[in-house]
């Protein structure tokens, strides 16, 4: 299906797209293109890539298809790089967890030439990062959300669906604003307050005597907090305006519930205590029921 | 070690611990008594207790340990309907995850006897309930937390500590009012955060697109309002002075957090992310170095 990928970024994101691509035969050859030649000795010794190259010239030579899985903040400085070798046919696509602020820097860099790019967010990860983390069946069962530009060619946007299929993903379309909007919601928000709440407790006088007591309901609250502060301070800097409109909803939503509280309504609390936990309990049906995985048997008749 | 323990609330709780006391060999006849005897017939089958009784003063005769299992807004009921048939050298505990105000019911209703019940809250549960959740190695390596009253006797105290170390917990002390503090910060809000989140999103016009991108990490920030609406009310207006101090001290770090990012200040929010996710990590080594549960062979010799 492809001729040639390259990789910017082969750490758990870019490195499972290649091993996912290349476990459904998916590809002739992956290249690794990073400024470091350390990560890239070790995604080549795990067989992640076929290639590797810090050179921008000599990795994009004939390459069909470009995944940009670096931090956010980075995309228009390796897109400046890439441009003076990008070839018209070559498609780029990116992994970012923020879409508005990555298509904007796209287009500054790209000018007349943003229809070869086509910006992506698969919605996966795992705990741990860098290469060695990277497996093919990341993506299976997973969404992959594209947020295509009106110039992007339709069979442009339609070979990266095919990638990410490949990996066993479900594609969805959003806007880079809707996209931008959902996550900041279900993603952005909840990382915010788990850093908050821990941080709130670290800096208490008596830190140590809470953390004793802290038990498996807080390991799992605060589990986003073990994420990566510096791609975290990006990503809700990447999407400020989206992720203030939540922040500020939900602390309305704090203030209200701290009024029942205060004023001792029972069943105020409830009302709210039971529409979350319904809501809940529904969520969690809905994927069991639409969203089991499909066996790899099944996906690699595509 | 006991000759007859009564379990008032044979579920999860109550029927683990009955479990834990019959599998260290640590009781003769163990006793349950509730209002319906529906939940006492399926606690007989499954064997959590060698005898039923919908009756106190039948339950209570030569009894020599109770434990309260019941929601703590139910405690004033239970210890009223105990009183009459309550024998002199009988010893009453609890496991309810509020203090203060089990205290404070247990000091109205038992007046002069209150030297008969010592306060305790094991940390352990599961995500389902009800007797056929309870397993005998619920509080293995587990905390238990003793709040014992100045009117005590310290063989009482050390009785209970007994039943519990049975049990494969371990055992923590502290007084009503430090436990109620602790658990409001690393429990009771984030119980309440993780309702007001799911129910912030769930009245939003758009909540079925929203909940459509929730992913893993919403899941388990998110898991904790799984829980009994019915129950985290209870707890949360039984703790409202303590909670609302941490409410309110949260709120006051979202609020400096909100201006951090409305200024786009890179450095102050990555301070604070960072600050949580070290304070996370160690507090994860810490529990993973000191806290490895016993194995049941080097618990049973005891």
Redesign the interface.
């Known amino acids: 299906m492809f001729d040639k990928v390259v990789i910017v970024g082969v750490g758990l994101i870019g490195g499972s797209f290649a091993l996912g691509l290349k476990a459904a035969g998916a590809v002739r050859e992956i290249v690794g293109l990073e400024r470091s030649s350390e990560a890239l000795a070790r995604a080549r010794q795990l067989g992640i890539v076929d290639a590797v190259s810090t050179d921008p010239q000599e990795a994009l030579h004939g390459a069909d298809l470009v995944l940009l899985a670096a931090p956010v903040a980075q995309t228009a400085g390796i897109l400046a790089s890439l441009l003076p070798w990008l070839e018209p046919h070559t498609i780029v696509t990116d992994a970012g967890s923020t879409k508005s602020d990555v298509v904007a820097s796209a287009r500054a860099v790209l000018q007349e030439r943003i229809h070869q790019f086509v910006p992506g967010h698969p919605?996966?990860?795992r705990e741990s990062n860098g290469p060695d983390a990277a497996i093919p069946d990341l993506y299976r069962g997973?969404?992959a959300?594209l947020t295509p530009l009106p110039e992007n060619p339709p069979a442009s946007v339609d070979k990266v669906a095919a990638a990410w299929r490949a990996c066993g993903a479900i594609i969805?379309t959003l806007t880079p604003g809707e996209h931008d909007k959902?996550?900041a919601?279900?993603?952005h928000?909840?990382?915010?307050?788990?850093?908050?709440?821990?941080?709130?407790?670290?800096?208490?006088p008596h830190?140590d005597?809470?953390?004793?007591?802290?038990?498996?309901?807080?390991?799992?609250?605060?589990?986003?907090?073990?994420?990566?502060?510096?791609m975290?301070?990006d990503i809700?800097?990447a999407n400020?305006d989206a992720?203030?409109g939540e922040?500020?909803?939900?602390?309305a939503?704090?203030?209200g519930?701290?009024a029942r509280?205060?004023d001792?309504d029972?069943a105020g609390?409830?009302a709210?205590?039971?529409?979350?936990?319904r809501?809940?309990?529904a969520?969690?049906e809905?994927i069991e029921t639409f969203e089991t995985p499909p066996s790899p048997d099944q996906e690699s008749g595509k």
């Open positions: 919605i996966a990860g997973k969404k959300v969805h959902v996550f919601a279900v993603s928000l909840p990382h915010l307050l788990a850093y908050a709440l821990v941080d709130d407790i670290a800096n208490k830190a005597l809470l953390f004793q007591y802290a038990a498996s309901g807080f390991r799992d609250f605060t589990r986003i907090a073990g994420s990566s502060p510096e975290w301070r809700s800097l400020r992720l203030l922040l500020d909803a939900y602390l939503q704090l203030n519930l701290r509280l205060a001792a029972a609390l409830e709210v205590y039971g529409n979350a936990q809501a809940r309990r969520w969690i809905a």
